[in-house]
């Protein structure tokens, strides 16, 4: 396999991956997400069409190009997630309002405001070997995205 076959498919498959991880911690493990969660998960999104478009066009240069669009995306949540991993440890002061999951209107809004818990952006609600969940999204994030950038440069005839 060749090193720009294997930046498509790290460009494509970290963002599903670390998608599908923050996902599965909201729905099954109950960890909502704060307001810089969510921060994170938007460049995955636009991450994955442009890593998707780069299967499916026939021009290397543009793919290429595509492949290095969806790389700066993963980059920009792994550097969101440095910042919010710094904001969690206390090095740096972030957000001051603390976001919650409450919807509705009238009195169902009430209900759900009272009823939804308050998810704050600077108290990190899980942690594996001192490390947070925006912690690991800055390493694998910005180590992928730095290493789909090096694959592309090392493989100009892609």
């Given at each position: ?36 969660c ?110 789909t ?10």
């Amino acid at each position: 396999m060749n090193n720009f076959i294997r930046a498509r498919w790290l460009a494509l498959l970290v963002p599903v991956a670390l998608l599908g991880g923050a996902y599965g911690s909201q729905l099954i493990g109950g960890l909502y997400p704060c307001e810089m969660c969510w921060w994170q998960r938007y460049p995955h999104f636009v991450a994955i069409p442009f890593a998707l478009i780069a299967f499916f066009i026939g021009n290397p240069a543009v793919q290429r190009s595509f492949v290095a669009l969806a790389a700066l995306a993963i980059l920009t949540s792994g550097l969101i997630g440095g910042y919010h991993a710094g904001v969690e440890y206390g090095w740096w002061e972030g957000l001051t309002k603390c976001s919650s999951t409450a919807v509705g209107t009238g009195e169902d809004l009430l209900k759900s405001i009272m009823n939804a818990p308050l998810v704050r952006c600077d108290a990190a609600p899980w942690k594996l070997f001192g490390i947070s969940l925006a912690g690991y999204n800055f390493l694998i994030s910005t180590g992928s995205a730095l290493i789909t950038l090096w694959l592309i440069s090392r493989n100009k005839s892609a």
